[in-house]
C-alpha cells in the first residue's frame, strides 16, 4: 500500500511539473487564450472609465465656463457703469459750456445740481445737493439756458426741495420785455402760470416775452420766465391777466444750477 501511495504523488508531481513545463513552452498562446477571453469585460470597463472620465471633464468644463461667463457679466456691468459716468460727465460739461456761452459764471455764483425726483401734483421737485454744499433755502433755480425754474424751499443736509414757479404758493415780480411794463407771475398749478396785475392802458401782445424783476428781492432780474399765450382783459377790471406759456419743459430737464449770490 505505502509503495502504490509514493507511486501516486510521484506521479501527481510528474504531472504538474509537467504543466508547468508546458505553461513556460506555450506562455504566449496560454497569454493570448487568456487575453482574448478577457478583451471583451476590459472593453467594458474600458469604455466606462472613458465615459465618467468624460463626464468629469464635461463637467470641469462647465464650471469654468459658467464662471467665465459671470466674470464677463461683472465686467460688462461694470463697464456699463464707466460708460454711465463718462456720459454723465459729457452732459455736465456740455450744460457748462452753454453756461459759460452766455455768462452765467459772470452774473451768479452756481452750484449744478441734478433733478433726483418730481411731485408733479405739487410742482416741486428733489435736487440731491443741500445743506453740505452750500444750497440755503429761498435760492433761485435755473437751467443752463437762464430759464427762470423756481426757488429752494426746504433744505437738507444731502438733498433740497424746489419749489417750482407754476406752484400755487408761487407769486413774484416780472416785467415785459423791451417794456416798461411791470406784473405779477402766479402760479395755477399742474405747470400753468398767468400774469396779473398789469394796468389796463398798458399794451401787451401774444408772443411777449416775460422775465424777471428784481422787485421784492425774490429773483434777480432778467431771467426768462415765458411767452405770453392768451390775453384776458375786461372793461370792469382794472387790470388785464395773460395766460403764459413756460419755457421749460419738466419732463426734459434733468439738470439745473442753483444761485447762490445775485
Do not use: H
Not at 435736487?127 to 435755473?142: A, N, W
Request: neutral net charge; proline residues 2%.
Amino acid at each position: 500500500m505505502k509503495i502504490f501511495s509514493k507511486k501516486k504523488v510521484l506521479t501527481g508531481i510528474l504531472i504538474l511539473i509537467s504543466i508547468i513545463c508546458l505553461l513556460n513552452l506555450f506562455s504566449k498562446e496560454v497569454r493570448g487564450f487568456f487575453y482574448s477571453i478577457s478583451m471583451p469585460i476590459q472593453k467594458i470597463f474600458w469604455r466606462a472609465g472613458e465615459r465618467v472620465l468624460d463626464f468629469f471633464e464635461i463637467f470641469g468644463r462647465t464650471k469654468k465656463l459658467k464662471k467665465d461667463v459671470e466674470n464677463l457679466k461683472f465686467e460688462n456691468q461694470a463697464l456699463l457703469f464707466q460708460i454711465a459716468v463718462l456720459k454723465e460727465l459729457e452732459n455736465e460739461n456740455k450744460i457748462l459750456r452753454e453756461a459759460l456761452e452766455i455768462g452765467l459764471e459772470k452774473e451768479f455764483k452756481l452750484i449744478l445740481v441734478q433733478i433726483i425726483g418730481k411731485d408733479i401734483s405739487q410742482d416741486f421737485i428733489l435736487i440731491d445737493k443741500g445743506e453740505k454744499d452750500g444750497v440755503s433755502e429761498g435760492m433761485p433755480v435755473i437751467t443752463q439756458q437762464k430759464v427762470l425754474f423756481g426757488k429752494v424751499s426746504e433744505v437738507y443736509e444731502n438733498f433740497s426741495k424746489v419749489m417750482l414757479i407754476s406752484s400755487k404758493k408761487s407769486s413774484f415780480d416780472v416785467k415785459i420785455l423791451d417794456k416798461d411794463i411791470s406784473g405779477v407771475i402766479k402760479g395755477k398749478g399742474n405747470f400753468k402760470i398767468f400774469l396779473d396785475l398789469i394796468p389796463q392802458d398798458k399794451e401787451i401782445f401774444n408772443g411777449d416775452t416775460v422775465i424777471s424783476s428784481s422787485m421784492g428781492g425774490i429773483f434777480p432780474s432778467g431771467l426768462l420766465v415765458g411767452r405770453i399765450k392768451e390775453i384776458k382783459k375786461s372793461d370792469v377790471e382794472p387790470f388785464q391777466k395773460a395766460e403764459i406759456e413756460l419755457f421749460f419743459d419738466i419732463s426734459q430737464t434733468e439738470t439745473l444750477f442753483v444761485i447762490q449770490d445775485f
